[in-house]
């Protein structure tokens, strides 16, 4: 099974003959409200007619709540080492650059 997934360059480390790249998953990814997860969850809970008596009550009690923004992904991030010859060979890719990892599993 074969999956190529896009990653960012967040580092990289030039020791002189070593260079360490540090990566992560380049996926965007929005910050969601702690009291939107809390709404949604609960109305997916009850049945309708409970919902329209419970819901309003629920948002004002959140409303006195501070409001705390969560991702909705966590992104994967890898380091890792090679030759600096292996290095200008993929053209010395800078931070910011988007590289192509192809994770296979053997």
């Known amino acids: 099974m074969s999956a190529i997934n896009e990653f960012k360059i967040t580092q990289?480390?030039?020791n002189g003959?070593?260079?360490q790249l540090t990566l992560v998953e380049n996926v965007s990814t929005e910050?969601?409200?702690q009291k939107?997860?809390?709404i949604d969850n609960v109305g997916k809970k009850l049945d309708s007619e409970t919902k329209e008596q419970v819901?309003?009550?629920l948002e004002a009690i959140l409303q006195a709540q501070p409001t705390v923004n969560v991702k909705s992904y966590q992104q994967t991030q890898i380091t890792m080492a090679m030759p600096k010859s292996r290095y200008n060979?993929?053209?010395r890719p800078q931070v910011g650059e988007i590289i192509l990892v192809d994770l296979k599993k053997s």
Do not use: R
């Open 12 to 14: 990289i480390i030039d």
């Open 17 to 19: 003959q070593m260079i």
């Open 31 to 33: 910050p969601i409200s």
């Open 36 to 38: 939107q997860m809390i």
């Open 55 to 57: 819901m309003p009550l």
């Open 89 to 91: 060979n993929m053209n």
